[in-house]
């Protein structure tokens, strides 16, 4: 069973460019969390969403940041015009069911967006 | 909302000895969850232990143990036997609707 599928690992965008990061979660898994990390800090709630549906967006910036996870393929956090503070690491998690039920969510290995 | 404060950016340990990650959070929630994470230098997300706030037993995991202290609102890491792979950033999580993390610990194990 494949863990969280994030690709790609390695992104570099030139400043004003689209990025696309996409996840794919564990099989089984129908909720999808995205995280950002910036260089020596800890990891930041952005989006939860399940199948078609967002369901907290309260860490997503309010421009230029956006996410979907579409009933087929994968979850795409997509970042419109990056600039330099945008350069980061982003997390993609998964979970099978509603996290309130104390389902573990497991990690991707991570995006890496570096905007020049 | 939750929030998770970690107020130890460094520590260091010597192998084979024991140290405790500090952890407080915030919550007016009963049922929730605790997590600790552990991110290497590949900074891949590793679960390393669990603890569910309606349990009274603090989880244990091989040389990885929690006090749990409900009222107090305190969850630290007990790390038994430190070794050299047990150097990384270390994270405190809650979980209730979505996970939310510490600032982070890092964590040296000196030979």
Redesign the interface.
Same mark, same amino acid.
């Given at each position: 069973n494949a863990g969280v599928m994030q690709n790609p690992r390695h992104l570099v965008r030139r400043r004003g460019q689209e990025a696309r990061l996409r996840c794919s979660p564990m099989k089984g898994h129908s909720h999808v969390?995205w995280?950002r990390?910036l260089p020596e @800090? *800890?990891?930041? =709630?952005m989006v939860?969403l399940q199948k078609e549906n967002i +369901?907290?967006e309260?860490g997503m910036p309010k421009e230029r940041f956006s996410a979907e996870f579409p009933k087929e393929g994968p979850s795409i956090l997509r970042i419109q015009q990056v600039v330099r503070g945008d350069s980061a690491?982003y =997390?993609c998690?998964s979970s099978p069911t509603d996290?309130?039920s *104390?389902n573990? +969510?497991? =990690?991707g @290995? *991570?995006s890496w967006l570096t905007v020049v | 909302a939750q929030t998770v404060t970690q107020s130890q950016p460094e520590m260091s340990v010597q192998e084979a000895e024991t140290v405790t990650l500090s952890c407080t959070y915030d919550t007016s929630e009963s049922n929730y969850y605790l997590f600790w994470y552990k991110q290497p230098p590949s900074r891949q997300m590793i679960l390393v232990i669990r603890q569910e706030a309606y349990k009274q037993q603090n989880a244990t995991e091989n040389r990885f143990s929690v006090n749990f202290q409900k009222a107090a609102k305190s969850f630290s890491l007990k790390i038994s036997d430190s070794q050299l792979g047990d150097t990384a950033m270390y994270f405190c999580a809650f979980m209730r609707d979505d996970m939310r993390f510490g600032a982070g610990t890092r964590l040296t194990v000196k030979p």
């Open positions: 969390y995280y990390q @800090e *800890g990891l930041k =709630f939860y +369901i907290d309260s690491a =997390f998690a996290s309130s *104390g573990t +969510i497991y =990690f @290995e *991570g | -």
